[in-house]
Nanobody
Framework: VQLQASGGGLVQAGGSLRLSCAAS????????MAWFRQAPGKEREFVAA????????DYADSVKGRFTISRDNAKNTVYLQMSSLKPEDTAVYYC??????????????WGQGTLVTVSS
């Protein structure tokens, strides 16, 4: 599975962005999908995950109520809708695919990352 993340950019605090993760090489309908992020000087951290059937989503406490993960298996794409963004959300965001939802970076497949910068 090849994953291509896009949609990052510069946004003011309180704004919104939608990240996309397009998969190729294999359909993602049987995979759990996740988003992680890594800020400068910090470890990669879990953001959100969604199982293959779209139910039972999981979120990091820091983004609950502000971020929404969704998937369109027909388009082989996963999304991360981010709202009420804060400067501490600034990071490179990575999408990942694996056989089940986990909140650690143990996924089999990773995209290249897209940078999100939130200005105060």
């Amino acid at each position: 599975v090849q994953l291509q993340a896009s949609g990052g950019g510069l946004v003011q605090a309180g704004g919104s962005l939608r990240l996309s993760c397009a998969a190729s090489g294999r359909i993602i309908s049987n995979y759990a999908m996740a988003w992680f992020r890594q800020a400068p000087g910090k470890e990669r951290e879990f953001v959100a995950a969604i199982p293959w059937n779209g139910s039972g989503r999981d979120y990091a406490d820091s983004v609950k109520g502000r971020f929404t993960i969704s998937r369109d298996n027909a388009k082989n794409t996963v999304y991360l809708q981010m709202s009420s963004l804060k400067p501490e959300d600034t990071a490179v965001y990575y999408c990942a695919a694996g056989t089940r939802i986990i909140t650690t970076p143990g996924y089999a497949y990773w995209g290249q990352g897209t940078l999100v910068t939130v200005s105060s």
